[in-house]
């Protein structure tokens, strides 16, 4: 009978129920690769790397009630630190020999630089560019974190601050071109140690590993909401001075789940790199930053999956609007953002919890039935919630 | 610096001083809007820069028209100002009525819809007056420029925009500070509910200070067509730099505006000159962050027992 | 310096001033352990300022305020909480989307740390303590209903039992019971009775019969200066205390 409960308990859960992961997965490991073909699945790949900045918006700014207009910086400085490997490996000495500095990235020599800057030199190695790609953007978002939350910012002046903060990062990137590779970004990304990230083989793997990656981030997500750190969010955003007044250190837990935010997005950029074969500074600044912000909000500021189906949806219909109607789109994007602030705050998720929750009730009874039958005393059951 | 005289040094710093006061302008005219639509309700109004370029293209479409007209060429910005500020301030009139009253006190969501806003007015001066950008011939009498040594060269038309600005700036501190409307408007602010229970109609309050910080944003929108020419997202690329004033600024504070107006722009114009324009707006704005971490209130605050 | 170290709470010289507004000048001001103490005075006597500067929200310009002997007035606020200080704010201050399980779980003293919130178990000594304090405010038939629909007077017994989870020795409480029906203020004077078993209390409170229900040594503040202390017969004498609060 354990099965059972264990069964039930999947689909129980206040936060993110396993359930609506389960079926997530089913539709991006089943569904989606039957439906497209793979220039589709690309670009599916594609949008569900947005997906994860979008996870860590649910999680920082439903949940934890701290809007960031700068998540574009985590999203880049995870693209970018991918890219670097890659662009390194693409500029071996043979296949650049016709610069006047072969073995370095063609824009650098563009740019006269006779050597790699020392800040490149650890993205020779694959496992310091996977450690950076996991560690630099939630250092960063540390570092930010720390300097605001320690200090009390928040609300509209986090938000005004990491935008320009985003501004910051675009800025130098571009000014900074024999480094960063300008406002072209890096480009021409062909190979991971040797082994050719364009063909279509490479790209349903990279699609696999993706969609794989995004589940655990969902399922990292589902457990921190659950526990008490869960809670202690929830309380925060509501009365922040009952926590503080209540013996915890307040900054600390923004810090984190900032951090949570900003290590999803990293991985979401370079997953980004490597499906795309490019990253440039417009993955970065006010624009994408707010779209991830668009992206939350249209699935549902409060549903863990509500970010994914928002990024999918929201993307595929730019795609599908600019190109036969450019204008329309800009008309209609800016309307969604209204609308979803004024009559949808909750986004989709809270019609699918009007509306499409009844679809399962089924489903949901027959297993409580089965739960009430083997316990034996159904009252146990709201007691003891883990 | 070592390469350049004192005196070279002295001829910079007062012509990138006087480069900065274009700047000054545009950003105080832009932060003042801002702060007191920000001061007032809460709101943070990210489709601003668009009310700037409302401004921009009325006045475009006054120096088209009445340039037209003989002899009017040199004094139609007289005409576009009043006109830039009352399209800026209807058009907020009505923004306020349709979307910004629904979100009052909830600052966050309003900066989310005020920027669906932004996109949808972009988007519909894309489609009137198209992607180019567009610029206003400059009446003949602000072409020249002042030289007072051989190396200073002050152009003229920044002079009159700084007359411009502080002539707003004293009208808008007469409204606030000496006005019945500006009473109003304060006890508003200071007291939501008690303001209404004395009869203050507190929504008609809002609208008109809403409509009031837009309008001000359509005169920066005048001031800075003589400076630069007016596309669908120039607006866009003053936001950023008008929230940091406001906020750098102590929100709610008229003369900290104006000192965190002066110092970036000021700032950012002295550094472009040594370092160029993008590491110098890298580090203006790094430096305003930096100091807001160390003062979150701002350069001058309102204390007050919360 | 040395008797300082026998009370709970000893306020010494302690004064703030807002923008040359002094709220609190010179405050002197002695508790014992297991001592219930009523605060009362005038508007903008002080009274919630003076809390304010116990629990941390408010830093001192002068002046020392040392809980068992430790200094206070330069510790970070959720450190004087967990020296044993808590405090009930005026309007009541719970988490209104959360269970009324969830508000007192997350004011349970364990995992106060980011990790130890992940990795808090809640096991069945968590449990019984919330049942425990749950059924001592009188919502344990409630645990699972929102915060946000009890009504006002279960509220503030809500937040006062989100503070008695955690056990502190020194409880603050900023007038638990304005906005109460005469039958939930009854019902709080018996409350804070028991709960002043073993602990001592601070409550600032303008309704002189619930004063005068909850027994203990009364201090009248007036201007951000103690006016009197004393018991509530003696002070009803004191001429000064009469003009300026309890009025003629």
Redesign the interface.
């Known amino acids: 009978m354990n099965i059972m409960n264990s069964l039930y308990r999947l689909f129980q859960g206040r936060h993110g129920s396993l359930g609506s992961i389960l079926l997530l997965a089913i539709i991006l490991m089943v569904v989606m690769p039957m439906m497209f073909d793979i220039y589709r699945l690309n670009l599916a790949g594609r949008y569900l790397t947005y997906a994860f900045v979008a996870l860590g918006l649910v999680l920082c700014w439903g949940y934890g009630g701290i809007l960031s207009l700068g998540q574009g910086i985590f999203f880049g400085i995870g693209g970018y630190a991918m890219a670097m490997f890659l662009k390194i490996e693409a500029s071996d000495p043979v296949s650049t020999s016709i610069q006047s500095t072969p073995g370095i990235p063609d824009f650098m020599d563009w740019n006269r630089l006779t050597e790699l800057p020392w800040f490149w030199v650890p993205f020779n190695s694959l496992t310091l560019t996977i450690i950076a790609v996991l560690v630099l953007p939630a250092a960063f978002a540390y570092l930010i974190g720390f300097a605001m939350f320690k200090r009390r910012v928040s609300g509209v002046y986090f938000a005004i601050i990491t935008q320009a903060l985003a501004v910051v990062l675009t800025i130098l990137i571009i000014g900074q071109q024999g480094y960063t590779g300008g406002i072209n970004g890096i480009t021409d990304l062909r190979t991971l140690h040797g082994w050719d990230i364009r063909d279509d083989s490479a790209r349903y793997l990279l699609y696999y590993l993706n969609a794989i990656l995004l589940i655990g981030c969902l399922l990292i997500g589902r457990w921190v909401l659950n526990c008490k750190y869960g809670r202690i969010l929830s309380a925060l955003r509501d009365k922040e001075d009952r926590v503080r007044f209540s013996g915890y250190d307040v900054a600390n837990f923004k810090i984190f789940i900032f951090c949570l935010a900003a290590f999803i997005s990293g991985i979401g950029g370079a997953m980004f790199t490597l499906q795309v074969g490019f990253m440039s500074p417009s993955f970065i600044g006010i624009v994408p930053s707010i779209e991830f912000v668009i992206f939350a909000a249209v699935g549902g500021r409060l549903s863990l999956v509500g970010g994914v189906y928002g990024a999918l949806i929201v993307s595929f219909a730019k795609t599908m609007f600019a190109e036969a109607y450019p204008q329309l789109w800009q008309f209609l994007i800016g309307a969604v953002f209204i609308v979803v602030v004024l009559v949808l705050p909750y986004g989709l998720a809270s019609v699918y919890g009007r509306y499409g929750r009844r679809l399962f009730t089924p489903v949901k009874d027959w297993f409580s039935k089965r739960k009430a039958n083997s316990s034996g005393a159904s009252a146990g059951l709201k007691e003891k919630r883990s | 610096m070592s390469g350049f005289s004192s005196q070279e040094l002295l001829a910079i710093f007062a012509m990138q001083g006087f480069a900065g006061v274009s700047f000054f302008s545009v950003l105080l005219l832009m932060a003042l809007g801002l702060a007191i639509i920000y001061g007032q309700m809460r709101v943070i109004n990210m489709a601003h820069g668009e009310f700037m370029v409302i401004g921009a293209y009325a006045t475009y479409l006054c120096s088209i028209t009445f340039g037209a007209l003989p002899g009017m060429m040199d004094y139609y910005l007289f005409i576009a100002i009043p006109i830039a500020f009352g399209s800026a301030f209807i058009v907020g009139y009505i923004v306020e009525l349709a979307l910004i009253r629904h979100l009052y006190h909830r600052p966050l969501d309003t900066l989310l819809a005020t920027w669906g806003l932004a996109l949808i007015m972009q988007q519909g001066f894309r489609s009137a007056f198209g992607a180019r950008e567009v610029s206003v011939a400059v009446p003949g009498w602000l072409r020249g420029s002042y030289r007072p040594t051989m190396m200073i060269d002050i152009p003229l038309n920044g002079i009159a925009i700084l007359v411009l600005t502080l002539l707003v700036t004293l009208g808008v501190w007469w409204f606030l500070y000496r006005s019945r409307w500006g009473l109003r408007v304060r006890c508003t602010t200071a007291n939501r509910d008690m303001s209404g229970a004395v009869g203050i109609n507190t929504k008609r309050v809002d609208r008109i200070t809403f409509a009031l910080g837009c309008g001000i944003a359509g005169i920066a929108g005048a001031a800075f067509t003589t400076i630069s020419s007016t596309g669908p997202t120039s607006g866009s690329l003053y936001i950023v730099d008008t929230f940091l004033v406001v906020v750098f600024g102590g929100a709610g504070s008229l003369v900290g505006t104006i000192a965190s107006a002066f110092s970036i722009a000021q700032a950012q114009s002295l550094m472009e000159f040594f370092l160029g324009s993008s590491m110098a707006k890298v580090l203006t704005l790094l430096t305003v962050i930096g100091i807001l971490l160390i003062r979150p209130e701002g350069l001058i605050a309102s204390k007050v027992r919360r | 310096m040395s008797s300082n170290t026998d009370f709970l709470l000893s306020i010494e010289n302690l004064t703030v001033s ?2 040359g507004f002094k ?1 609190i000048e010179g405050l002197n001001f002695y508790m014992d352990e297991n001592e219930l103490r009523v605060i009362i005075g005038p508007n903008g006597a002080g009274k919630t ?1 003076l809390l304010d500067m116990v ?1 941390g ?2 830093r001192a310009s002068e002046g020392s305020i040392k809980f068992k002997g430790k200094e206070l007035t330069r510790m ?3 450190r004087i ?2 020296e044993g200080v ?2 009930k ?1 005026q309007t009541p ?6 269970t009324v399980f ?2 007192l ?3 349970y ?1 364990q ?4 990790f130890g ?4 178990k ?1 096991d069945e000594q968590v ?1 019984r303590r919330i049942h425990e304090v749950a059924n001592e405010i009188q919502l344990e038939d409630r645990l ?1 209903e929102q915060a946000g629909l009890l009504s006002h007077g279960q509220k503030q017994w809500l ?1 006062i039992g ?1 503070l008695l989870i ?1 056990d502190p020795e020194l409880l603050m409480l900023d007038e638990p019971v304005a906005g109460m029906s005469v039958s939930e203020r009854e019902e709080t004077a018996k409350l804070l009775r028991k709960i002043a078993q073993g602990r001592s209390v601070i409550v600032i409170e303008h309704d002189m019969e619930f004063v005068a229900s909850l027994g203990g040594k009364v201090t009248v503040l007036h201007q951000g200066k103690i006016l009197a202390e004393g018991d509530m017969q003696a002070l009803k004498q004191d001429k000064r205390v009469i003009d300026v609060y309890l009025g003629h």
């Open positions: 807002f923008d709220a300022t629990c929200k408010t970070r606020e959720h909480v967990w808590g405090r704010f201050s719970i988490y209104e989307e959360l969830d508000n779980e997350v004011s003293p995992g106060r740390g980011v919130a992940l990795a808090f809640r449990l699972e937040e989100m955690q």
